[in-house]
């Protein structure tokens, strides 16, 4: 039934696979590398239309990269959010300098290179046969096997026994189109999916696989963001915090605000563990201990998405043309 199973996928992933993804038209591993690092936590449609041509524009070789500098990096990586990603895909480049291992341990061995992605760069670029564990690969195998819970180790160990060992390219690219085209997370078509042969979840309701999380309550946290300036010039900060480090940002405060500051409005960011309710306020005229920009060079420097609001208010309050932003 497997075999069965295997060529019938084959054959879906024939007719319905998206072949024309730019990284399945290559085997270069720092393209596919890339391509697997931007599309964790993000959807194929953004990566395609927004972040992955530009970023090859500017860094068109792994060698490339590792000699840019990382504020390059993360300008290039502005607005695809979690940044560690960008700062480790630096880190990986520079300690491979001219081209990426070939073993999945070596590859692991490096920064922000998971299990899964390993895999991926050794099966799409090396034609390596081991299976890969993305969100939509473990969501088929919750259901094929009929698990509604299963830790990290108890899934690859699923995931090697549904494997297809002889063709792991395809296997791994259906598996993946299957998951985001046939078995989604709130919607199934179990009647045109290749293992509908031997998927337990079909004998019950397939949605039922996994087990829902309960969902958390997205805490929110308040800031003051304070735009100080001093003849045409802003006051920015680079982040050391874990969260948006490298980044730079106008001054945040939870303190009481200082006499004479200027209200320019308020903004909410959304990010994927907090949302982010701030006030903006303007202060002229400050000798804040901060790194003075002009409004041009801050056009170079990777600023938060909180922080692209803050600076349209600036902009809007002050009717600054567009272009100069």
């Known amino acids: 039934m497997l075999k069965i199973a295997h060529i ?28 697997e690092v931007m599309l964790q936590q993000t959807q194929v449609k953004t990566v395609l239309e ?46 491979s300098q001219k081209e990426l291992p070939k073993t999945v341990s070596e590859l ?21 046969p081991v299976p890969i564990l993305d969100a939509n690969v473990k969501r088929i195998l919750y259901r094929v096997f009929g698990v509604t819970s299963a830790n990290e180790k108890q899934l690859w160990e699923l995931a090697y026994k549904l494997f297809d060992v002889e063709h792991p390219y395809e296997y791994n690219q259906a598996m993946m189109d299957l998951g985001s085209m046939v078995c989604e997370s709130k919607q199934t078509a179990c009647e045109v999916c290749p293992f509908q042969g031997i998927c337990k979840a079909t004998l019950d309701d397939p949605l039922l696989y996994p087990t829902k999380k309960a969902k958390k309550v997205v805490p929110i946290r308040s800031k003051n963001i304070i735009i100080f300036t001093d003849k045409k010039r802003l006051a920015l900060q680079q982040r050391e915090t874990r969260f948006l480090n ?26 994927s563990h907090f949302h982010l309710h701030a006030d903006v306020y303007h202060l002229e005229n400050s000798a804040h201990e901060s790194q003075w920009f002009s409004l041009e060079e801050i056009t170079d420097l990777a600023l938060s998405g909180a922080d692209h609001k803050a600076l349209a208010l600036f902009v809007k309050e002050h009717k600054i043309s567009h272009s100069m932003v």
Not at 11 to 19: D, I, L, M, P, V
Not at 72 to 86: F, H, I, S
Not at 249 to 266: N, R, Y
């Open 108 to 128: 692991i061995a490096l920064p922000g290179i998971g299990r899964s992605t390993a895999h991926a760069i050794a099966a799409f670029s090396y034609h390596t």
């Open 246 to 271: 490298g980044l730079w940002g106008f001054v945040e405060e939870d303190k009481t605000l200082q006499i004479g500051m200027k209200q320019l409005g308020s903004i909410v960011q959304k990010y």
């Open 50 to 95: 927004r972040f992955y041509f530009p970023f090859l524009e500017t860094f068109a070789t792994l060698e490339i990269l590792a000699s840019a500098t990382e504020d390059e990096v993360l300008k290039k990586w502005e607005g695809l959010g979690y940044y560690t990603r960008a700062r480790n895909l630096h880190k990986t480049a520079k300690l």
């Open 8 to 35: 019938n996928l084959q054959k879906w992933y024939k007719n319905n696979g998206r072949h024309e993804l730019p990284w399945r038209l290559t085997n270069d591993p720092y393209k596919v590398w890339l391509s």
